[in-house]
């Protein structure tokens, strides 16, 4: 199983930044994903998810109405589309598959710094 994220890096406020998350060696389509972040000295945080089907998306209340998440059940990746992004939205993101009774499967993390 792996879980490969690309797209960080380093953008000023207000730019925008599209992560991808290639997902390889479980059922994609059967799985919730998930965008996490954790910032330094800070706990993990959900930040976005969608369902298996793509139906069906939350957001933390602190990206709402500036990030979309989707998903491409074809190519076995996920997205989260960032905009107007603050320097508060510097962490190291990571994308999380789950389903209920199975294993839950984490990427390595993509570093994105928002600084002027």
């Known amino acids: 199983v792996q879980l490969v994220e690309s797209g960080g890096g380093s953008v000023q406020p207000g730019g925008s930044l599209r992560l991808s998350c290639a997902a390889s060696?479980?059922?994609?389509?059967?799985?919730?994903m998930s965008w996490y972040r954790q910032a330094p000295g800070k706990e993990r945080e959900l930040v976005a998810a969608?369902?298996?089907?793509?139906?069906?998306?939350n957001y933390a209340d602190s990206v709402k109405g500036r990030s979309t998440i989707s998903r491409d059940n074809a190519k076995n990746t996920v997205y989260l589309q960032m905009n107007s992004l603050k320097p508060e939205d510097t962490a190291v993101y990571y994308c999380?598959?789950?389903?209920?009774?199975?294993?839950?499967?984490w990427g390595q993390g993509t570093q994105v710094t928002v600084s002027s």
């Open positions: 969608i369902s298996s089907a793509g139906g069906s998306t």
């Open positions: 999380n598959a789950r389903r209920v009774g199975r294993n839950e499967y």
């Open positions: 060696g479980f059922t994609f389509s059967s799985y919730a």
